[in-house]
């Protein structure tokens, strides 16, 4: 069997308001960057299966005929759905050596290219191919890198089935898939995240497939067209941190002290929809100062519950501190525990204090940079619409 080639790229994201509590049905807040992960599938005709994964130096390549072996029996292939097929993720931990606990990043990334890989092309013949992925986002560092990488995956992989459509045309750059088919890359990108987190809310994968800003609240995804632009300050504390055990950790706190913790959920819940409504009110009278202070205040707020969550860090305390003392305001985004954090800047913030901040900040050993917001969900490339020293990285394997 012989499948179609191509390149596709997702963003990463931030999440303004609502990490963690957003896995327990409350609302959040994200918004994609402009930094992406692209992903190259070629077809060969050697019956291996290779995937290329040089931001976490993995390299790996099996015959097909080793891999359709995990699946003869194993009872069929799960269509799109919400819950993995335990029987096969079990024996791709075994195949891959995964043993209880381990989250190590390699396995991680390598059991899902492995389960989605599988139950998108199981029921049929294993196709030989090789995958090369290349992000420009931080691995580990709460920009979403899973969900860009999970939802590579699933576009390249449903395409190059045929299960849905490859939407660009012989003189498109940059191409989109309808709604219907964004539905179902964003379903089998969720069931990527499954095996990397564990249990997660959906907002990633989400936003990397759509991209924008969005409002999501319990597998519900409202695009929100009507925003202000936002002037955003990231930071990478580069604290290594895993979602999957900080997501865990959340968890163990509410089981622990659920009248002390719903609360807190609550109120992050509260912070997130109060964001909305300021963000809209910005796009329909004068932005004012006192939008900014609320901003800012909500801000705050949401930073000392997620600390009360127990997924604060130091260096996010020194990313606080070092800011507030430019008059600038700042959460961690994402699972937090180390990682990103994000800092608002003011339209009247002049680029002298934002220099000044970054520099403050890269002399704690952090990376700073500003970023635009608002990158287009999964698309489909042309080589020529790739950036040329991405795609001689892609090109390498
Ligand atoms: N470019 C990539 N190549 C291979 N694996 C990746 C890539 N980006 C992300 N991953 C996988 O996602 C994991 C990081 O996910 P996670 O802990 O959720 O952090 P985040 O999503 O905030 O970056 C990595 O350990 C790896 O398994
Ligand atoms: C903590 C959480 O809200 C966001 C995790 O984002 P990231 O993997 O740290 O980029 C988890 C989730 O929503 O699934
Ligand atoms: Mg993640």
Redo the contacts with the bound molecule.
Sequence with gaps: MQVRDCIVSAP?KAILHGEHAVVHGKVALAVSLNLR?YLQLKATTNGKVSIN????D?FLCWDSNELKRLISDSGGRREEGKLLDAELVRRLREFVGVTNGNL??????TL?FLYIYMSIFGSGELPSMTVS???E?????????????SVCLSAALLCASGAIPAPLKEWDHTARWCQEDLELINSWAFQG?MI??GNPSGV?NAVGTWGGMLRFLAGKIIPLSRVPLLRILLTNTKVP????VLVARVKDKINKFPTIMIPVLDSVDAISCTCERVLSEMTCEPITGEHYNILEELIDINQHHLNVMGVGHPALDTLCRVTLARGLHSKLT??GGG??GITLLRPETDSFVVQSTAQDLRDCGFDCWETSIGGPGVQQHSPVSVKEEVLEILNKY
Excluded: F, Q
Excluded at 104 to 109: L, Q, Y
Excluded at 137 to 149: D, E, F, K, Q, V
Excluded at 241 to 244: F, G, L, P, Q
């Design positions: 990463g992960s994964l040089p931001n976490i993995t190590d990043t390699r396995n991680m990334a899902s992925v290349w992000s986002l931080p691995t580990g560092a709460g920009l979403g890198s899973s969900a860009a990488y995240e990397i987190h990633d941190r895993s979602t999957k994402g699972a990682g990103c």
